[in-house]
């Protein structure tokens, strides 16, 4: 009896933890779980695959992609951002299902002149709907150090984190009507590249490709994340990545800090763009409560 109970456990123990391996990936290494997207040689991978340059010279950006396509999970990278006279550039950090519905989780750093501030631009594309950007200045300097940036997605809400500050959150709200990812796996996206007809200045200011080449540093790639390739999403329908639930009190006061300081531009507040109603998502009971 004991004994035969004994096995019992110890079978659905081991069978959770196949299944928990099979479908989760832990760490991250830029060999071996991601392919070149494009740019070739100007992807440069070092450290064994732990770091890596990304580098736009005066003829071609680059930029890679995640073998595996991933529904929910945590996702962080390191990044360092092109210094000096950035102006034009795009370093991208994102999120993308493929396809004419697809979804779209994006972090993208807009490039300045020297000594002009980066901005930190966050959209969420879902069911092929876009449009939702809020976008903000750092409380530091992008391109001195590396800052970990973040995605933590689950079906409940989408968290953007910025060295573990939440910047934003973006509650389902499916059941009113508002689209919100939670049927398509994306794989994750790394680039560089020429995005002066519309960056800097709404594409005032061009690139200036006698800086080139510029580069951007990335390392620590960290995904949690439940792993749906060929279209096997069945396991990952509830994944939640596990620790990263909610909010807690101490991230709800960073946030409103952030909120209160860095915001450049939210969609939620552009009451000339909708004249005629903000999108539900944007009213008081469907953002999150920070207080
Ligand atoms: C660049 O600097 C200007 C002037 O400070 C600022 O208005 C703008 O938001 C900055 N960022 C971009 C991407 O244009």
Same mark, same amino acid.
């Given at each position: 009896?004991?004994?035969?109970?004994?096995?019992?456990?110890?079978?659905?123990?081991?069978?959770?933890? $196949?299944? @928990? *391996?099979?479908?989760?990936?832990?760490?991250?290494? $830029?060999?071996?779980?991601?392919?070149?997207? *494009? #740019?070739?040689?100007?992807?440069?991978?070092? /450290?064994?695959?732990?770091?890596?340059?990304?580098?736009?010279?005066?003829?071609?950006?680059?930029?890679?992609?995640?073998?595996? /396509?991933?529904? $929910?999970?945590? $996702?962080?990278?390191?990044?360092?951002?092109?210094? #000096?006279?950035?102006? #034009?550039?795009?370093?991208?950090?994102?999120?993308s299902s493929v396809g004419a519905q697809h979804d779209e989780i994006d972090i993208e750093f807009l490039g300045n002149l020297t000594g002009?501030?980066?901005?930190?631009?966050?959209?969420?594309?879902?069911?092929?709907? #876009?449009?939702?950007?809020? &976008?903000?200045?750092?409380? *530091? %300097?992008?391109?001195? %150090?590396? !800052?970990?940036?973040?995605?933590?997605?689950?079906?409940?809400?989408?968290?953007?984190?910025?060295?573990?500050?939440?910047?934003?959150?973006?509650?389902?709200? +499916?059941?009113?009507?508002?689209p919100f990812p939670t049927k398509r796996p994306m794989r994750v996206y790394t680039t560089l590249w020429n995005g002066d007809s519309w960056?800097?200045? @709404?594409?005032?200011?061009?690139?200036?490709?006698?800086?080139?080449? *510029?580069?951007?540093?990335?390392?620590?790639?960290?995904?949690?994340?439940?792993?749906?390739?060929?279209? &096997?999403?069945?396991?990952?329908?509830?994944?939640?990545?596990?620790?990263?639930?909610?909010? %807690?009190?101490?991230?709800?006061?960073?946030?409103? &800090?952030?909120?209160?300081? @860095?915001?450049?531009?939210?969609?939620?507040? %552009?009451?000339?763009?909708?004249? !005629?109603?903000?999108?539900? /998502?944007?009213?008081? /009971?469907?953002?999150? +409560?920070?207080?």
């Amino acid at each position: 009896m004991a004994s035969s109970s004994y096995y019992g456990s110890l079978f659905l123990l081991l069978l959770s933890l $196949f299944l @928990w *391996f099979s479908t989760n990936v832990l760490g991250g290494n $830029f060999n071996t779980l991601f392919d070149n997207l *494009f #740019g070739e040689e100007r992807v440069d991978i070092k /450290e064994d695959g732990n770091s890596m340059t990304l580098t736009l010279d005066e003829y071609c950006g680059s930029g890679i992609v995640s073998k595996n /396509e991933y529904l $929910f999970g945590r $996702f962080d990278m390191k990044i360092k951002l092109v210094p #000096g006279n950035s102006a #034009g550039t795009v370093t991208a950090y994102y999120l993308s299902s493929v396809g004419a519905q697809h979804d779209e989780i994006d972090i993208e750093f807009l490039g300045n002149l020297t000594g002009e501030p980066y901005l930190l631009s966050t959209n969420v594309y879902a069911e092929g709907i #876009g449009g939702r950007e809020m &976008q903000f200045y750092l409380w *530091f %300097d992008p391109t001195e %150090d590396y !800052h970990m940036y973040s995605i933590d997605w689950n079906p409940e809400r989408i968290i953007i984190l910025v060295d573990n500050n939440p910047i934003r959150v973006m509650l389902n709200r +499916q059941r009113i009507g508002v689209p919100f990812p939670t049927k398509r796996p994306m794989r994750v996206y790394t680039t560089l590249w020429n995005g002066d007809s519309w960056a800097t200045r @709404w594409g005032e200011v061009k690139i200036d490709l006698t800086n080139a080449p *510029f580069v951007a540093g990335f390392k620590n790639f960290n995904a949690i994340a439940c792993i749906a390739n060929q279209g &096997q999403t069945a396991n990952c329908r509830n994944y939640n990545g596990g620790k990263y639930k909610g909010l %807690d009190r101490e991230s709800k006061r960073k946030m409103k &800090q952030v909120l209160s300081k @860095w915001v450049v531009y939210d969609y939620c507040a %552009d009451l000339r763009r909708y004249a !005629h109603g903000l999108p539900y /998502e944007c009213r008081k /009971e469907n953002r999150i +409560q920070l207080d």
